[in-house]
């Protein structure tokens, strides 16, 4: 397996072929907390009451729980195919979206992405 190693130098990802100086950078960017493009915690909501029992029941499972957005560096090309790489990625934790997740080559695709998703995810709580 060929694994491509990146590191992000001014939010650029770049490439290296020096596996130990991944290796050192990695590490420090995890205890540094580097690797966080964003992190956003949504809190449960209130139980909606209006509607049909059915419908309030299926809302109110997925508001009653925190959901958790992080969009992270990833340090490695993790696509499927030889197009664009996927350095980073968005993981959704808890509610409707659960375990969803968005891959992108750069710092600002992840931060639109990030955006996006958590956008989705509160509109989504609203009703």
Not at 3 to 15: G, R
Not at 40 to 51: D, L, S, T, Y
């Amino acid at each position: 397996m060929n694994t491509k190693n990146y590191i992000l130098v001014e939010k650029q990802p770049v490439l290296t072929e020096d596996y130990v100086r991944w290796a050192i950078w990695f590490e420090e960017s995890v205890r540094k907390g580097t690797r966080h493009v964003e992190v956003k915690e949504i809190p449960a909501r209130k139980p909606f009451k209006k509607g049909s029992a059915k419908m309030i029941r299926k809302i109110n499972y997925f508001r009653a729980q925190p959901i958790l957005v992080s969009t992270i560096f990833l340090g490695r090309d993790c696509s499927d195919s030889g197009a664009a790489p996927a350095l980073f990625e968005t993981n959704v934790h808890g509610g409707r979206f659960d375990r969803s997740q968005e891959n992108y080559a750069s710092w600002e695709l992840a931060e639109k992405g990030h955006y996006n998703i958590v956008e989705r995810i509160t509109k989504s709580m609203v009703v």
